[in-house]
């Protein structure tokens, strides 16, 4: 919202000598956030002057374009007397009209300074300024023109246009709709500086409504609680709209077009109400409210043909809809240069109903801005006034008897609050009579009772007197308690609100959980990867990059109904996609040796369609309802994932490097385990996306819980990936989180090392042998490491390979004899010759 200081100084009494910095820093103080305080004449300098065009010619040049060769009067800047010669290129103006020129030694907005050059064959001496030139609009179809006599040639054309007044330019949250209007904006001020307001009600005498001025009906009145109408005749068509009017319009970023257009929109800035006016020579019988019907038709004034649904709240009379209330007007009715009777729209609309259809058919406008944030249902009878009293002032207009009003404005709910509950939120000592009064200057009636009552959250619980509050009609967000508290807060000042840690209950840390994921992450950080984050979004084509079987269920994904892009429309069912995404990013810039991990949730659909219930905002969700929600929501196992590319050791100095393997994923898997004492077999395994001979799946208690190895080929070349990358993912929910670390007993006695070497098939995994051995040997086997591979078809046979282990063996209670160690030496090569056919090597 853009707004001059002068204009919100018409509704509130600013203090002598304040600066619209200092204005812009109070409305801040209130919770306002004011984007800039600026001026019109920002960026401008130098002789920027009103100028008369006397005459010009009109010259074709050879690219088409069409040139004026203007001869303009700019009073004492004229040269020797003579006016300048200044070349444009714009169409709009005619001999006789008042201009801005800038002069050489001008600067305009962005630094661009003028001076006089050659230009179509002509020594162009200044340049005549459009909307856009000059930094006060975006309009670039002309130059600007100035109303007829309004200015003397050679004046300063800053002061004509009033580009010196300050202008506040404020974003105003969706909560604060209000604020979209100097009313609302003069409210604040008045409470940032503790001075007076005048309310527009002060200064426009609205007749009580009666008799009818034009017939109308409502068909949706909980859509449309009240729709008003005025009427003028005899509206001069000519008449332009005042000088004050047309800058304002412009300081706020609208365009000036004609006095009954310009009357409505500067209503609209000034109280809120967004107006309509309708030609009412092209008005067809009753004007109705209701929901338009299936397949329904409208032209807007935009020149769009819409069609419109079933759910549009639409305006209509005996010729179909005439504009989509709240939203637009249609083009059947607009105001033309012929109106010389209109018919003045004010209306209460739903904000539901305004926002669903601006985005419905992607119209948003300055009035359903207004609309769908909640606008005053009482200031639609100043508002008409006001914009009656305008058109008859400055277009010669003839007010109608009568004003139209269906319905009436809905009562506000009443909030009750103790007292002292803001207060006691917020840290502070606020007295009752404090709270009374800050609710009270934002516009509420506020009742208290004499009796002490009690108020509580789930955080706070206070006593004190109760206050019963009604919420102004124009502060539609305050609804609850909450609301009240955050009113009282901001008047009183954030600024005194303290700064103080809460003091956590003794014994609440971390969770479980909390404690597992940490020691994961911390453990893939010290192992060298870096972790990443990725959006949960894909394209349905990964699974065909990824090679998925058709039956895989990773390519049932959840669809998004709303994604934030049409290409990424589904919720991921793993994190490779986003990794490897990430590493081709990486990639593109230069990036080689890449170990990357990242650990999040995956979305898992139930095999099952289930239906959904899609509850109403009306009232809380029934049992049923939550338990189908509840159903419909996907399983969201939370997945660690890491990547390698390029070299996993670098080479240097001191040697050669290593490029990453299959191994490497795998042992970024015994990473995570150990991080959570856990316990995994690993085994070999064929499964998409990973290279059938370089793949393993990992195993807990004999449950697959995630796989590693190299990616498949035809992987790498679909998603431009370097040869041989290499991954892991494993599902981090399977693993419960590790009891307590116990400190282990030490040994009193020395252990007995044993070496053993066993000769297996090759189709003997090592992870299968070393979980024998383990079983086999008993409480006396410490540990079985895995320390030797040794193939050799000429002296081992062919098929067959030498696996060495090395054995530690202990006894608690005292040292082993040779004897015992080599019985448990003799027991694990018996079990490993029944289960997998192992002989001991030569």
């Known amino acids: 919202m853009r707004a001059p200081v002068s204009w919100v100084g018409e509704y509130v009494d600013l203090p002598t000598g304040l600066t619209p910095r200092e204005l812009g820093d109070a409305l801040v103080q209130v919770g306002l956030e004011v984007e800039r305080v600026e001026s019109g004449a920002d960026g401008l300098s130098g002789p920027i002057v009103v100028g008369r065009v006397l005459s010009f010619d009109a010259e074709l040049q050879k690219n088409g374009k069409t040139i004026r060769w203007c001869q303009v009067d700019v009073g004492a800047y004229n040269l020797d007397g003579e006016p300048r010669g200044i070349v444009c290129g714009a169409g709009n103006f005619a001999v006789g009209d008042l201009i801005v020129a800038s002069l050489p030694g001008a600067v305009l907005p962005g630094g661009f300074t003028i001076a006089a050059r050659k230009t179509y064959g002509h020594v162009s001496d200044g340049m005549i300024c459009s909307v856009r030139e000059l930094g006060i609009g975006d309009d670039h179809d002309g130059i600007l023109i100035l109303p007829a006599d309004s200015a003397t040639p050679g004046a300063d054309a800053l002061d004509v246009l009033g580009l010196r007044e300050a202008v506040l330019d404020i974003a105003v949250t969706p909560d604060r709709g209000y604020c979209l209007s100097v009313r609302g904006l003069a409210r604040e001020a008045s409470l940032a500086l503790n001075t007076s307001f005048r309310d527009i009600n002060s200064v426009v005498d609205v007749p009580a409504p009666g008799p009818e001025v034009y017939p109308a009906r409502v068909e949706d009145p909980t859509a449309c609680p009240v729709f008003s109408l005025r009427a003028v005749r005899g509206l001069n068509v000519a008449a332009a709209s005042p000088k004050f009017i047309q800058q304002r319009l412009q300081f706020a970023g609208v365009r000036p077009i004609s006095l009954a257009v310009d009357v409505t929109n500067y209503v609209m800035l000034e109280t809120g109400q967004p107006l309509h006016a309708y030609d009412r020579a092209k008005l067809a019988g009753e004007i109705v409210v209701r929901r338009a019907a299936a397949g329904e038709k409208i032209t807007t004034l935009d020149d769009n043909k819409r069609t419109l649904d079933v759910a549009d709240l639409v305006i209509a009379d005996d010729s179909g809809a005439i504009g989509l209330a709240g939203v637009m007007g249609g083009a059947s009715t607009e105001i033309t240069t012929d109106t010389e009777e209109i018919v003045l729209e004010a ?62 404005v809905p009562s506000a709910p009443e909030i009750e609050i103790a007292a002292d509950f803001p207060g006691a939120l917020a840290g502070l000592e606020i007295a009752t009579d404090v709270v009374v009064a800050k609710l009270t200057d934002v516009g509420c009636e506020v009742d208290v009772e004499t009796e002490s009552g009690r108020a509580e959250n789930s955080h706070h619980r206070v006593s004190g007197p109760r206050l019963h509050v009604v919420p102004p009609s124009w502060r539609p967000d305050l609804t609850d308690p909450a609301d009240l508290v955050e009113e009282v807060i901001r008047l009183v000042g954030y600024d005194k609100v303290p700064s103080a840690l809460p003091s956590p209950p003794p014994g609440r840390g971390l969770t479980a959980e909390q404690r597992s994921r940490r020691a994961v992450s911390r453990a893939l950080a010290a ?160 499964y998409a996306p990973w290279h059938p001979g370089r793949a393993a799946e990992i195993r807990l208690d004999g449950v697959v819980v995630g796989h590693a190895g190299e990616l498949h080929p035809r992987v790498v070349a679909a998603l431009s990936l370097p040869e041989r990358t290499c991954a892991m993912e494993i599902n981090l929910d399977a693993f419960a989180p590790p009891a307590p670390v116990v400190a282990p007993t030490l040994a009193d006695f020395p252990p007995a090392l044993l070496d053993v070497a066993l000769v297996v098939p090759d189709g003997v995994a090592a992870a299968a042998l070393t979980e024998t051995i383990r079983r086999a040997g008993g409480p006396l086997l410490e540990s079985a490491r895995l320390f030797d591979v040794y193939v050799d078809d000429e002296r081992l046979g062919a098929g067959l390979k030498s696996l060495a282990f090395a054995l530690r063996l202990r006894a608690g209670d005292r040292t082993l004899t040779a004897a015992e160690a080599i019985a448990v030496r003799d027991q694990v090569v018996d079990a490993a010759a029944a289960q997998h056919g192992a002989r001991l090597r030569d």
């Open 347 to 408: 209306a209460y609309f739903e904000p539901a109903t305004v926002a669903r259809a601006v985005r419905r058919h992607k119209l948003p406008s300055e009035a359903a801005k207004r609309f769908e944030r909640g606008v005053d249902p009482r200031v639609a009878a100043v508002a008409l006034q006001r914009a009656v009293d305008l058109l008859v002032e400055y277009g010669a207009a003839t007010a109608v008897d009568g004003f139209t009003v269906v319905g009436s």
């Open 527 to 686: 192992a060298g990867y870096t972790e990443v984050l990725s959006y949960p979004f894909v394209s349905p084509a990964v699974h065909d990059s990824f090679g998925l079987p058709a039956e895989d269920p990773r390519r049932r994904a959840v669809r998004l109904v709303n994604p934030l892009s049409d290409a990424e429309p589904e919720l991921r069912t793993s994190l490779l996609p986003g990794l490897l995404a990430t590493v081709a990013r990486n990639l593109g810039r230069g990036s080689r040796d890449l170990q990357l991990f990242e650990m999040g949730l995956v979305f898992l659909p139930s095999a099952e369609a289930v239906t959904m219930p899609t509850p109403g905002v009306e009232h809380r969700p029934s049992d049923e309802e939550l338990a189908g929600l509840i159903a419909g929501v996907p399983d969201q196992p939370r997945y660690a994932a890491v990547v390698l590319t390029g070299e996993f050791e670098q080479s240097g100095w001191w040697g050669a490097g290593r490029s990453a393997t299959w191994a490497d994923a795998i042992e970024a898997g015994r990473s995570v385990a150990a991080a959570v004492r856990a316990e995994i077999t690993v085994q070999p395994t064929s």
